[in-house]
């Protein structure tokens, strides 16, 4: 899949999909109706109580299953209401505003290893800590940081979201070390359900569309149910250039700008002669000391450059194809089958400007594409023979540094398929014990095909050209069917060059999990019953075995490309044993002022083959004083042990231009230390940073060792019987991590070598190279144990809903979820000072990239119900944010960002409901910063890039 290109699989999947949309509007025959209960927190025992009793349930958070919605830890809730009032077809699009998580890899993640992949990001203490589970149980993972791609999960087939944060190593594994987020998806389902959604932005582009079949039926007198999902989504691209904050990029003096289109030419040893280009017959100098080509092909002396950033993505392309199925079957009362199956293949298009060139040839006077212009120009430079030994006058040793925009630009298309499979039993072994046993087998193959790349020798023999006898252009070195290459000018090269010298570049990467669990679960009440109740329990073994593959092809381990580096294969695996247990005792009850005083407590212990034993633990309690009013908190120990890519990801590299300014060309501004500057190589300052072909490095390390967290949450949930309908919680979180693995970014890399411990034996320094013209070559970020991170925060959230039973209004409904991020703290290191990163945007404080981090984030939405019509309206606020880099930039601060949007639910028939909406509604555009920006001069991923849009969704049921 090309920009802009159609497969045959997907146009026949759209047009499949798009039948089945009209089978069921054709059959459709009967009510259902769309509300729009909002974000609100779980519900919990109070003045209602006896309302709010249910059978036993199993909530995230803990494998014990209890009697209404109550929790130990904090949980919030997004229901499939919310998400459908959203119109959304990604399910990051929906959690990105929801107020615990920090903005991660997405859409707007150009030139990302993820490659197209969404993944979730709590407390923004990294995606390797957000643990994702589906139905309770592990994701597949699409990479080597044990992520789950949430392109693989459609908005459309969630039934609600459940965020647990804190942590919940002990309860569910490494991973979950800032939470969990558990989708559950509509596994239960009875009739057909057909779904077409539409979104396009003010602009007109960055379209997006989604059809959607779920359907299912219960079977055997209801003793059992089967379900099914179709999908069908494509997103449009949008780029830096159709939006006039993001192109072109700039840094503080103005326009960024790349090595030319047309190229600068100077002498590849400028010691031979110091201005050996005579331009005096043009009307210029007569000893420039370097010629270049202008964008429309004019001649000029000195060094030209083009500005290529608008170019770039701003929004991937994308299009996904999902199918899913669910079932469950009760043979007996004690067994019960159940499993499910899901596919996703998606297609991604990231698109970066052309690659660029830096490298030496041999230019003869019989180059068949010198002018006669520059003939005349380059008349004083030849002091070589035809060999290229000095003393002749045959040729000239030049350097040519040059973007190749013949060649396109460099598009990175990643098709990734994955699919689970999962086959479980569960039943009653008794009337106080309960059982679960499943096995799960995850696999995702992806495969990314770079175009406008090539072999870079091929372009160096190509350049180095002559006339045969005939006068016809050669090779000088003809041998494999060299085909001679003009780079005298943008636009210069020849098809039949192109074609000689490109290539596409592939990397596979194939990643699997194995899964298995024994539950078993249960009360004591047949022979323990403590005066407030029995004391409930869970305890299980579970086997996990992760392995992960990643390839490339031989341009790439050799390093022959132009601006790919050498890329090593790697693979590797790890299995782990987990033996877990969970206790709820319930101390006292129904005396007063204590109507329930409970203790919970769980631990796990993991055998890993690869670090050994860890263990995690928790101990946490919930009080209820009065009716209304329940009081929790709890402590935990979390572990986790590094995964396949912290431990065998092998080192690669993206281009580093988009993530660093070397604080070494200008210390006085950047407070650089000048003199370890030059210690590791940099020019003399000022100089201008050149970051062409600069590689920002990421893999992994044996060396690493597990993490250790303490999390502790304090909060309170209140229900109060006076005003039915209104829920709400507080909850305090501290989480702290030390021997943190991370994996630390190129800005704060550079910044803490040069700017805040000033000391060459600084591990830092150590990972950044420099050429041999002192310009930064790379930057190492590959994954170390970083001292330590701390977050500490409070989360409010609160919902109300009040029935007026009106002809007009029937109700009015308030939802508010806020999170106040008290600290944040980062150490790069031990001999680094701490790092305040609490309302910071940058890349100092970032894990993986820059990002925004406010100290406030709020959603609010107000929803009014009218007969047969829900309206929505939301209020999002990103708080205001500082640079976290101690250089002192032209862009110091954000300030808070507003976003408001309005939708409405029409149920315009029995079986029918239309929403329409739009976001951005006052079309607020981006902060916009200079050399501090992450990415088209502002933070893609943390703010709304795209503008005011429009959309539409119509769903039909019967």
């Known amino acids: 899949m090309r920009r802009n290109s159609k497969s045959s699989f997907y146009r026949t999947a759209s047009l499949l999909a798009s039948l089945a949309v009209l089978a069921s509007a054709a059959t459709a025959n009967a009510q259902s109706q769309v509300g729009s209960m909002g974000s609100v927190p779980e519900q919990d025992e109070g003045a209602d109580s006896e309302a709010l009793q249910t059978d036993p349930i199993v909530i995230t958070g803990s494998r014990i299953a209890t009697p209404g919605l109550t929790s130990v830890s904090p949980v919030a809730t997004l229901g499939s209401e919310e998400i459908a009032l959203d119109r959304s077809i990604n399910i990051e699009s929906v959690l990105g505003e929801l107020p615990q998580f920090t903005a991660s890899f997405g859409g707007a993640s150009n030139g990302a290893d993820a490659r197209g992949a969404a993944t979730a990001d709590l407390r923004g203490l990294g995606q390797n800590r957000t643990l994702v589970l589906i139905n309770g149980t592990r994701g597949a993972p699409f990479g080597f940081r044990n992520s789950v791609d949430l392109n693989s999960i459609p908005a459309p087939l969630v039934e609600r979201v459940e965020v647990l944060t804190g942590g919940a190593a002990a309860i569910y594994g490494a991973d979950a070390v800032a939470g969990v987020v558990n989708f559950i998806l509509k596994s239960d389902f009875e009739g057909v359900e057909a779904n077409a959604i539409y979104n396009i932005t003010e602009e007109g582009d960055g379209d997006e569309y989604g059809v959607n079949l779920t359907f299912g039926t219960n079977v055997g007198d209801g003793r059992g149910n089967i379900s099914g999902y179709l999908g069908y989504n494509n997103r449009s691209p949008v780029f830096k250039s159709d939006r006039a904050f993001a192109a072109p990029e700039r840094n503080d003096d103005g326009p960024i700008t790349t090595r030319p289109l047309g190229g600068t030419f100077s002498l590849a040893d400028a010691s031979e002669n110091a201005a050996p280009f005579d331009f005096s017959a043009f009307g210029g100098p007569a000893d420039a000391t370097a010629f270049g080509f202008e964008d429309d092909g004019s001649l000029v002396p000195g060094a030209t450059s083009s500005v290529l950033s608008g170019r770039e993505s701003l929004i991937i392309a994308q299009e996904r194809l999902n199918a899913a199925v669910f079932f469950d079957y009760e043979l007996s009362d004690a067994v019960e089958l159940y499993g499910r199956g899901t596919y996703t293949r998606t297609e991604s298009v990231d698109v970066l400007p052309p690659v660029n060139i830096s490298t030496t040839f041999l230019l003869r006077r019989d180059n068949p594409f010198l002018s006669d212009q520059l003939g005349t120009v380059l008349d004083g430079a030849f002091n070589r023979d035809a060999d290229g030994n000095l003393g002749g006058d ?15 630009d460099r598009e990175t298309e990643t098709v990734r398929n994955q699919g689970q499979a999962q086959l479980g039993v569960r039943g009653d072994l008794g009337s106080n014990i309960r059982y679960d046993f499943y096995a799960q087998y995850g696999v995702t193959d992806s495969t990314s095909t770079i175009y406008g790349e090539g072999v ?18 050669v090779c000088i070195d003809a041998s494999g069917g060299c085909v001679p290459i003009d780079i005298f000018g943008p636009n210069a090269i020849s098809q039949q060059a192109v074609d000689y010298v490109t290539s596409e570049i592939t990397q596979t990467r194939r990643r699997e999990q194995f899964v298995s669990a024994f539950t078993l679960s ?16 869970a305890a299980g073994v579970e086997y996990r075995d992760e392995e992960g593959t990643n390839n490339y092809d031989g341009l790439n381990q050799t390093g022959q490309t132009f601006n790919q580096g050498t890329r090593a294969n790697f693979g590797g695996s790890i299995d782990v044993w987990d033996y877990f247990g969970e206790v709820r005792v319930p101390l006292l009850a129904d005396i007063p002022f204590i109507q329930e005083l409970n203790f919970e407590g769980a631990y796990r212990y993991s055998d890993y083959s690869t670090t050994g034993g860890v263990d995690a633990y928790k101990l946490g309690g919930d009080w209820v004083p009065v009716n209304g009013l329940r009081v929790r908190g709890a402590y935990q120990r979390v572990v986790r042990s590094p995964n396949i890519g912290e431990l065998y990801g092998a080192t690669a590299g993206i281009p580093l231009a988009a993530f660093a300014n070397d604080p070494c060309q200008n210390p006085a501004e950047s407070g650089a230390d000048p003199e ?63 021997n943190a693995i991370g994996a630390v970014l190129p800005q704060a890399t550079l910044d803490t070598c040069y700017i805040i411990v000033q000391d060459i034996d600084n591990q830092f320094c150590n990972r950044i190279s420099r050429g041999p013209n002192g310009q930064l070559t790379a930057v190492d970020s590959s994954d170390i144990n970083v001292a330590q991170l701390s977050v500490e925060g409070i989360d409010v959230v609160a919902g109300y809903r009040l029935a007026l039973g009106g002809e007009t209004l029937e109700s009015i409904g308030f939802n508010y979820a806020g999170n106040i991020v008290l600290d944040a703290k980062q150490q790069n290191g031990a001999a680094a000072p701490v790092i305040d990163c609490d309302g910071r945007f940058g890349g100092t404080c970032g ?17 009014l119900g009218l007969p047969d019509v829900d309206i929505r309206g939301t209020w999002r606020l990103e708080g205001a944010v500082r640079d976290d880099s101690p250089t002192e930039f032209l862009v110091e601060r954000f300030g808070p960002q507003h976003y408001f949007d309005l939708a409405a639910s ?20 981006p902060p916009t910063a200079g050399s501090n920006a992450s990415n088209a001069n502002t933070f893609p991923t943390s703010y709304d890039v795209l503008g005011r849009r429009f959309g539409i969704s119509i769903t039909l049921r019967n």
Request: glycine fraction near 10%.
């Open 847 to 863: 894990l993986e990239f820059a990002r925004a981090v406010p100290k406030y984030r709020h959603r609010v939405t107000t929803t």
């Open 394 to 408: 045959e040729a000239a040793l030049l350097r040519v540094q040059r973007s190749i925009g013949e060649f396109g």
């Open 906 to 925: 029409f149920d315009v028939a029995p079986a029918m409901t239309v929403i329409a909406g739009i976001e951005n509604l006052f079309d607020n555009k």
């Open 676 to 738: 370890l500057c030059i210690a590791t190589g940099a020019p003399a300052a000022p100089y201008e940073q050149d970051l062409a072909g600069a590689q920002f490095l990421y893999g992994g390390s044996a060396d690493i060792v597990p993490e250790v967290g303490n999390t502790y949450t304090v909060g309170a949930v209140l229900t109060p019987g006076f005003l039915p309908g209104f829920t709400a919680t507080v909850d305090y979180y501290n989480i702290e991590i030390d």
């Open 456 to 473: 870079a020798s091929r372009f160096s023999q190509g350049i180095a050209a002559t006339v045969d006898a005939a006068g016809n252009p």
């Open 522 to 537: 249960g009360d004591t009440e047949s022979f323990l019953t403590l005066p407030a109740g029995p004391v409930s329990w």
